[in-house]
Every structure is written in C-alpha cells, then in structure tokens.
C-alpha cells in the first residue's frame, strides 16, 4: 500500500470536491490553483460559494474568519468541504461569528 503525503492528498480531495460540484450540482467550478484561498469558487445561477475544503473538517479559527470575511465581500456564500466517516463529501456552510477574545478556540471543526 502506497502511503500518500498531506499536500497530495489535499489536491486529491479538492479534485474530487471539484467534480462532485460541477457533476452532481452544475455548478461552474474554479479550483484554485497553488494554495490560494478559498480552494474552490463554485458559481450556480443563484449563488457563489467559495469552498475551503478540509478532508477531516478540522480549520483554524483564522481560516474559518478570513472565509466568512471574503465571502461577505464578494457576497458569496462560505463553506468547509469535508469527508465523512463513510467517505462522503460534506458541505457545510460557515457561520462564523467573532468570540470574545478570552475564550481559547485554537480550532474549529466542520463536523456537527
């Protein structure tokens, strides 16, 4: 069994996100290219969304905020793609709100 690095299996995912949006959605999809952010731009008739896509869901709170940020900017809408338990892509949308700096949260989880 071949072992796969981080940053292979990232671009693997985003791949497969890609196609799951444009083949089972119709949405035009943009991947972009060379760790830019958002991963992928997926434009419907009636909304954009800007994906940053997370195999096992976990995101820093500073990527969950500049997310929601840009997405408010471009009126967008921001989701986290991730695998679940059964190797499904997920798609959830980012609600993200600014907590009070005291509270320690190194980590946010797309997961429910």
Request: aromatic share 12%; with cysteine; charged share 35%.
């Amino acid at each position: 069994m071949r072992l796969k690095n981080p940053k292979r299996k990232g671009i693997e995912f985003e791949r497969r996100v890609r196609r799951y949006l444009q083949e089972y959605l119709g949405a035009f999809v943009v991947r972009q290219p060379c760790s830019a952010f958002p991963d992928i731009i997926a434009i419907f008739p009636d909304a954009i969304y800007f994906v940053e896509c997370k195999v096992n869901g976990y995101i820093k709170a500073s990527e969950l905020k500049r997310l929601s940020d840009l997405a408010k900017e471009y009126w967008a809408l921001p989701f986290i793609a991730y695998l679940n338990k059964d190797n499904n892509i997920v798609l959830q949308e980012v609600d993200y709100e600014e907590k009070d700096p005291t509270e320690r949260e190194e980590t946010r989880t797309a997961k429910a």
